[in-house]
């Protein structure tokens, strides 16, 4: 995730937060998981970094946590993490190890070796914003 504060217009930031949205439920879809609903209260993001959304789901799945925005999208289920905070560090981890496993593989490629350098890269920046106590006292 980038350093430097990236400057959004309102309507540039609502149509980031909306097109983050389309394709987390388009991810989960792509899954055969059907949302229900966004539970927006639970849910954070950082425009344009990263969005940490909370669904609710049809069926037996349950809530999930969905990821997505400069970096993987990926998804977990509630269980492996109460909020949104514990949803960026347990991503991070699983990233983390992802990565490393790729990075032991004996037949790693260098597109390998450059797609866990990127894991690694936004696992430790994920990381970093879940420590961020300021960022986490900001209402919803």
Do not use: C
């Not at 097109?19 to 998981?33: D, P, S, T, V, W």
């Not at 609903?37 to 990263?50: A, D, G, H, N, T």
């Not at 925005?69 to 492996?80: F, K, T």
């Amino acid at each position: 995730m980038a350093e430097q504060p990236v400057e959004f217009t309102e309507e540039q930031a609502s149509a980031w937060v909306r097109e983050n949205f389309e394709l987390a439920n388009k991810y989960l879809a792509q899954l055969g998981i059907i949302s229900d609903k966004i539970i927006m209260r639970e849910s954070r993001y950082l425009i344009p970094y990263v969005a940490v959304w909370k669904f609710t789901t049809q069926g037996k799945k349950g809530p999930v946590w969905v990821i997505n925005g400069d970096l993987p999208m990926d998804m977990v289920e509630q269980s492996a993490a109460k909020d949104a905070r514990d949803a960026m560090r347990y991503f991070a981890l699983r990233w983390q190890m992802k990565a490393e496993t790729m990075l032991q593989a004996e037949q790693a490629t260098e597109q390998h070796r450059q797609q866990a350098l990127y894991l690694i890269g936004r696992a430790e920046g994920l990381y970093e914003l879940a420590e961020q106590k300021e960022f986490w006292e900001q209402p919803a």
